[in-house]
């Protein structure tokens, strides 16, 4: 079975994470949640079996497949989106500002592969 987890946002919008990749959710008929990768010019897509589209519980099923590389530095860039939310939380800083100064902090692929400000959000 895919291993995948789902990286919460704070503006409810849950991303899949499968396999390396991020996908965004698009849209949901019944038990089927469609997701799309998160990146515009990749055509890949998984769908999510199970009652809700950020239900843990449920079967992912592979779509079409990605045009680029799993992101092997997910891990390290999913901590940080993490501590970034999490700061945005409690700080008077921009959310911009946080997020710069994230990415200072990780080595410059990391940095490449960081979904961009917009996208955090
Ligand atoms: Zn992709």
């Known amino acids: 079975m895919d291993d995948f987890s789902f990286v919460p946002s704070i503006r409810g919008k849950s ?3 499968l396999n390396g990749f ?3 959710h698009q849209r949901s008929r019944g038990e089927n949640h469609y997701f799309r990768c998160e990146r515009n010019d990749c055509p890949g ?5 199970a009652v809700n589209y950020n ?7 592979v779509g079409k497949s990605h045009v680029h590389e799993a992101d092997d530095r997910r891990d390290q860039v999913l901590q ?3 501590n970034i939310r999490k700061e945005a939380a409690t700080s008077s800083l921009l959310p911009m500002t946080i997020v710069q100064q994230h990415r200072q902090n990780v080595d410059a692929e990391a940095a490449k592969i960081l979904p961009s400000e917009s996208a955090l959000w």
């Open 22 to 24: 991020l996908c965004r």
């Open 15 to 17: 991303k899949l994470a």
């Open 80 to 82: 940080m989106i993490g």
């Open 45 to 49: 897509t998984a769908t999510l079996r």
């Open 55 to 61: 239900d843990t519980n449920g079967k992912v099923d």
